[in-house]
């Protein structure tokens, strides 16, 4: 079965960065685009950013666009989330999730996730 | 891009159907038929029930079902059982800046 391993999420100071991971395993890895979702304390889902299988097509959300970079080393079968200038509505449980196809961009679904890392933004 | 609307709760009785409903614009839900329907247990994460408007995945009951009229898509669990009892959210591809948006949630509890 498909498994998504996040980490790198912690407490950090607003305006101070992070770099969150999302370590894939038991599937082919670079034939799927990849996305990040994630969810404030007791509230619903937010896309956050979605990467091709090939890195050669990106996607931000509003709210994360220009503050946030999402990378992949098909190398070493990992997805990435670079958030600098982070805010305190940025605090929430960030999900790695698997796309259903190659390419990102119409039609991305999210077949596999992975149980999320916590990113708290507090002073 | 505002969240899509759904009822915040739909509760029924084991065996009963419900419904529940996903109200976008023509700028997304109206738009395309890339309307996709999570389940999300307490604690949990979510797992994909629909896409493409009414596909299911594979493993997925086919008590789940899925519609879409005009602006707004809807969600239809028959034979209701306990373990439906979760959080459901529609989301949709949209034609704004933000590529995907997801609904504000639905509870839904077994009586």
């Known amino acids: 079965e498909v498994q998504l391993v996040e980490s790198g999420g912690g407490l950090v100071q607003p305006g101070r960065s992070l770099r969150l991971s999302c370590a894939a395993s038991r599937f082919t890895f670079d034939d799927y685009a990849m996305h990040w979702v994630r969810q404030a304390p007791g509230k619903g889902l937010e896309w956050v950013s979605g990467?091709?299988?090939?890195?050669?097509?990106?996607?931000?959300a509003d709210s994360v666009k220009g503050r946030f970079t999402i990378s992949r080393d098909n190398a070493k079968n990992s997805l990435y989330l670079q958030m600098n200038s982070l805010r305190g509505e940025d605090t929430a449980l960030y999900y790695c999730?698997?796309?259903?196809?190659?390419?990102f961009g119409e039609g991305d679904y999210f077949d596999y996730w992975g149980q999320g890392t916590l990113v708290t933004v507090s002073s | 891009q505002s969240a899509l609307t759904q009822p915040a709760s739909v509760s029924g009785s084991p065996g009963q159907s419900i419904t529940i409903s996903c109200t976008g614009t023509s700028s997304d839900v109206g738009g395309y038929n890339y309307v996709s329907w999570y389940q999300q247990h307490p604690g949990k994460a979510p797992k994909l029930m629909i896409y493409?408007?009414?596909n299911r995945p594979s493993g997925v009951s086919n008590r789940f079902s899925g519609s879409k009229s005009g602006n707004t898509a809807s969600l239809t669990i028959s034979g209701l059982q306990a373990e439906d009892e979760a959080d459901y959210y529609c989301s949709s591809y949209t034609s704004s800046s933000t590529s995907y948006v997801f609904g504000t949630g639905t509870k839904v509890t077994v009586l």
């Open positions: 990467i091709s299988w090939n890195s050669g097509s990106r996607g931000y």
């Open positions: 493409d408007v009414s």
């Open positions: 999730a698997k796309d259903m196809k190659a390419w």
